[in-house]
């Protein structure tokens, strides 16, 4: 007789589709932080998955900016819309390579959940800020939230994930933060690769953000068609659609070109990325981790029209006026919250005062300051400008 979860129909719907030998695979996570019973009728990775989809920090997203600020209008992209889009690629991609898809969405929808409001702008302000008490990396916070600051369980703080997923998050790191974190840091002490999985979810974030910037940037008015026609990877799949649809104008010839220019990415990460598994023959996921570099990857040809649009991405969009103001803006709202409630810790909520006086009886100002910038990280785009308000305009409610 089958024990609970252990029907061969619910073993096969742990992964859509058949693993690779050199898959992530459920049975063989190297666990949890802290032991829990296995799930009955899903797989490790799939509740991994779930309990992020499920987090206060997930939901925040919605209100975190990409490039545009929340309130400047409600088609541009959030955090949150940036990692379903992440995850749908990740998965597409994972799927065609014979790798774990819920493992996948599960880093992809991870990524960016230790990110500030106000994007990299934010994280820019929030790690001047942290200069003098160990310094701020979303990287690092995302890890932080998922094994620390998530308040959902009575057994743990955190969300409990799994190694493999708390792997993929930890994109980089320093070899300073890396002997703090215990055996999620050694492969950066090591030169060791990360599973197939996590290293597909750090590209298939930099081809969403590539992208769909371009597409929030002309519905902006920031950038311009022509110019872009210039970029060979937008060049082409604008000729394309113009040549298979003749006369086409307006947004469907903005999203069918974007449709082809993600198309032809993703086809070339699949190409390239199998030709490269298939010459380093990899038997398991630690022969992966022993490889000298990453397997997933885009081919050079590919690789060069990406950097070459992600350049003129950051000459024409990121560095627009309109942008750069906003930018300048976000700076100061942050690094203006956080000077004021490291000074006086009673501006805190209740939660936040306490654990930011226990940390520094226990760390000294480095720990009180941790936990202002968690609190200031944790904030959305409205709430920080909301609390910047009541903080500094004399005439605000409290």
């Given at each position: 007789?089958?024990?609970?979860?252990?029907?061969?129909?619910?073993?096969?719907?742990?992964?859509?589709?058949?693993?690779?030998?050199?898959?992530a695979?459920?049975?063989t996570?190297?666990?949890?932080?802290?032991?829990?019973?296995?799930?009955?009728?899903?797989?490790?990775?799939?509740?991994?998955?779930?309990?992020?989809i499920?987090?206060?920090?997930?939901?925040?997203?919605?209100?975190?900016?990409?490039?545009?600020?929340?309130?400047?209008?409600?088609?541009?992209?959030?955090?949150?819309?940036?990692?379903?889009?992440?995850?749908?690629?990740?998965?597409?991609?994972?799927?065609?390579?014979?790798?774990?898809?819920?493992?996948t969405?599960?880093?992809?929808?991870?990524?960016?959940?230790?990110?500030?409001?106000?994007?990299?702008?934010?994280?820019?302000?929030?790690?001047?800020?942290?200069r003098?008490?160990g310094?701020?990396?979303?990287?690092?916070?995302?890890?932080?939230?998922?094994?620390?600051?998530e308040?959902r369980?009575?057994?743990?703080?955190?969300?409990?994930?799994?190694?493999?997923?708390?792997?993929?998050?930890?994109?980089?790191?320093?070899?300073?933060?890396?002997?703090?974190?215990?055996?999620i840091g050694?492969?950066?002490?090591?030169?060791?690769?990360?599973?197939?999985?996590?290293?597909l979810?750090n590209?298939?974030?930099?081809?969403?953000?590539?992208?769909h910037?371009?597409?929030?940037?002309?519905?902006?008015?920031?950038?311009?068609?022509d110019?872009?026609?210039?970029?060979?990877?937008?060049?082409?799949?604008?000729d394309?659609?113009?040549?298979?649809?003749?006369?086409?104008?307006?947004?469907?010839?903005?999203?069918?070109?974007?449709?082809?220019?993600?198309?032809?990415?993703?086809?070339?990460?699949?190409?390239?990325s199998?030709?490269?598994?298939?010459?380093?023959?990899?038997?398991?996921?630690?022969?992966?981790?022993?490889?000298?570099?990453?397997?997933?990857?885009?081919?050079?040809?590919?690789?060069?029209?990406?950097?070459?649009?992600?350049?003129?991405?950051?000459?024409?969009?990121?560095?627009?006026?309109?942008?750069?103001?906003?930018?300048?803006?976000?700076?100061?709202?942050?690094?203006?919250l956080?000077?004021?409630?490291?000074?006086d810790?009673d501006?805190?909520?209740?939660?936040?005062?306490?654990?930011?006086?226990?940390?520094?009886?226990?760390?000294?100002?480095a720990?009180?300051?941790?936990?202002?910038?968690?609190?200031?990280?944790?904030?959305?785009?409205?709430?920080?400008?909301?609390?910047?308000?009541?903080?500094?305009?004399?005439?605000?409610?409290?």
């Amino acid at each position: 007789m089958n024990a609970p979860g252990d029907h061969p129909r619910m073993r096969a719907s742990m992964n859509d589709a058949p693993l690779a030998p050199y898959a992530a695979k459920d049975e063989t996570s190297r666990g949890r932080r802290f032991p829990e019973p296995p799930p009955a009728t899903r797989g490790e990775f799939q509740r991994d998955r779930d309990r992020i989809i499920h987090s206060n920090a997930f939901r925040r997203l919605v209100y975190k900016t990409q490039v545009f600020v929340n309130h400047e209008g409600d088609l541009y992209r959030t955090r949150l819309t940036h990692s379903v889009e992440v995850a749908q690629i990740g998965r597409s991609i994972a799927r065609a390579l014979g790798l774990h898809e819920a493992l996948t969405e599960a880093i992809c929808l991870a990524h960016d959940l230790g990110h500030t409001p106000f994007g990299h702008a934010g994280q820019d302000a929030l790690n001047e800020c942290m200069r003098d008490y160990g310094g701020f990396e979303h990287n690092m916070q995302s890890l932080r939230v998922v094994d620390q600051l998530e308040e959902r369980y009575a057994d743990f703080d955190g969300l409990n994930l799994t190694y493999e997923t708390r792997e993929g998050i930890l994109k980089h790191c320093s070899a300073a933060n890396a002997r703090t974190l215990g055996d999620i840091g050694e492969r950066f002490l090591q030169r060791r690769q990360p599973s197939l999985e996590a290293q597909l979810a750090n590209l298939a974030d930099a081809i969403a953000y590539n992208n769909h910037d371009v597409d929030d940037g002309l519905r902006a008015g920031l950038i311009e068609v022509d110019a872009l026609r210039q970029v060979a990877l937008f060049g082409r799949a604008h000729d394309e659609t113009l040549a298979a649809h003749p006369g086409l104008g307006g947004r469907r010839l903005i999203h069918e070109t974007i449709r082809r220019m993600i198309g032809r990415v993703v086809g070339d990460v699949i190409s390239a990325s199998g030709a490269r598994i298939a010459a380093a023959a990899p038997q398991s996921i630690e022969d992966v981790r022993a490889q000298p570099a990453p397997l997933v990857a885009m081919s050079d040809a590919v690789y060069a029209e990406h950097i070459e649009l992600k350049r003129f991405l950051h000459a024409n969009l990121y560095r627009h006026s309109r942008v750069l103001r906003m930018t300048e803006k976000s700076r100061r709202v942050l690094r203006e919250l956080f000077e004021a409630l490291l000074e006086d810790i009673d501006l805190l909520p209740a939660e936040h005062r306490r654990a930011a006086a226990e940390a520094e009886t226990a760390g000294g100002r480095a720990g009180r300051a941790r936990v202002v910038a968690d609190y200031v990280a944790g904030m959305t785009d409205r709430f920080a400008i909301l609390e910047h308000r009541r903080l500094f305009d004399p005439d605000a409610r409290s």
